[in-house]
């Protein structure tokens, strides 16, 4: 195979700190180069330099065997080199072909030709997608497939993707490792990163795991074990949780919810969560599962038969009335970790109440107990004083997860809370997750990782067309059983 990029002793410093080190790999044509690391180790500021978004401090880039310092996207872009960031960052007015065509360089985004290739691409790829939506109704992982549909449009000597797969189910991964492997029969070569491992093994021809900003392992996919690949990206062994039983003892019935339904297709959906417990709750896009949690957190409206929080017939018609409540909301957009990039890593983890006149010894313990949270969730960082917008992606959503375990509702409602955090970490947020229910705090999660729906939930609801069509106890719940109730006759 022909060497399209080669990159040597490559470093880039933020500041003091050196993030890499000294970089060295290689991306063959028509090859695909899975990059594996812990969060905060350095693969997002190497798809940054190779995208022209930043600027490295120094080291050897060749692509194609030329020279290659692109100085901005653009000028990445014209020597065929594209990128899907961590941050999608489409723009969110488009409607789905044009934000597929939008990188036709030097014709107008909407001509005629590019709006027909986009379509077809679309078409081609079997999403089910309308063209014309506008990309603000897309969920994230819509947003995501747009990306690399997007990226297939532009058809790059080199892509470049940066956890695209965090929030996609089954069909999504395998969806878009078709739409790759179809690129690179045509010659192109890919970085990919991803923080799960099955994937990568499945999806790449060589495996790279980068720690402390360099490579520090090279791995061919069919000869490595999983838990070498993790031993590896961590320099430890990683246990896997043991699967939850049942939630112990009668407990508070906190939410009940009978007959939601709405226009767009949630229909008669009912259930019931009790204090201390976790309900898993999953399905395919477009299952209702959004639909409904939108209902809960007042930013949509349903009807309900019955809709009772802690006994009390109750509605919720704004998000403050989802708060007043005592319900607690983690999105998967972008925006509640964007409304955070420029606050201090201190400020945004110390308690709500926290009151910044309170005195020179309370702040002291305040800035304790956040170096202490910083280390437990082994957040990457040399000064809590700096904005979270300096963390790695990874290290953001920890924070947003940390500030709600920590928060005093009563039922939380998490929408893929673990996206873009390193397997290393999410025993750490499962501990978080118990400490929170043992104080009686009852957990709604939505996830489409089937392994993690099994190792976390007590009970797990499964929806299809707008119902849900399986409520499984754990203990007699396995992926096979969740994914055959998620895809239904399409199984
Ligand atoms: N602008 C910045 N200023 C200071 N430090 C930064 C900046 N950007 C990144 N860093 C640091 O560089 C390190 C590597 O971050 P990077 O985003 O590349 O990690 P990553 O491997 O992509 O992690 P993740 O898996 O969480 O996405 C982190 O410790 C981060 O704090």
Known sequence: MNELLSVRGLVKNHGQVRVLKGVDLTVSQGE?????????????????????????????????????????????????????????GLDQDLTVVQAIAAFDLGAPDDSEAALQRAREILADSGVQMDPETPVHELMRAEQAIVGVLRLQFQNPQLMLLDEVAASFND????????????????????????????????????????????????????????????????????AQPSRPGAVEGPQEEVLRVEGASTSRGLS??????????????????????????????????????????????????????????????????????????????????????????????REISALRDVAAQVKTLRIQTHDIQSQVGDLSGGDQQKIALARWMRSECDILILNHPTRGIDIGSKGDVYDMLRELTDRGTAVLLMSSEMTELLQWCHRILVMRDGRIVAHQHNEHATEDTLMSAALGDAW
């Open 32 to 88: 695909i180069v899975g990059l594996v690391g812990g969060n905060g180790a350095g693969k997002s500021t190497l798809i940054s330099v190779l995208a022209g978004a930043t600027q490295p401090n120094s080291g050897e880039i060749l692509l194609g065997g030329e020279p290659y310092r692109p100085t901005g996207d653009d000028d990445a872009r014209r020597r065929g080199v594209g990128a899907v960031h961590q941050r999608l």
């Open 171 to 238: 069909q999504e991964v395998a969806l878009v490792h078709s739409v790759l492997r179809g690129l690179v029969r045509q010659g192109a070569g890919i970085i990919y990163i991803t923080h799960r491992i099955d994937e990568v093994r499945s999806l790449a021809d060589r495996i790279l795991v980068m720690r402390e900003g360099q490579i520090k392992d090279e791995f061919t996919p069919r000869e490595v074990k999983v838990d070498d690949i993790v031993y590896s990206m961590f320099e430890r062994r990683i």
């Open 268 to 361: 008669d959906v009912s259930f019931e969560l009790h204090r201390g417990e976790v309900l898993g709750l999953t399905g395919l896009r477009r299952a209702g599962m959004s639909e409904l949690v939108s209902a809960l957190v007042g930013a949509g409206s349903a009807q309900f038969r019955t809709l009772q929080v802690k006994g009390q017939d109750v509605t919720i018609d704004s998000a403050d009335d989802a708060v007043n409540l005592g319900i607690g909301y983690l999105s998967d957009t972008d925006d509640e970790l964007e409304a955070a990039l420029e606050i201090s890593v201190a400020r945004r983890l110390m308690k709500e109440n926290y009151d910044p006149q309170a005195g020179f010894v």
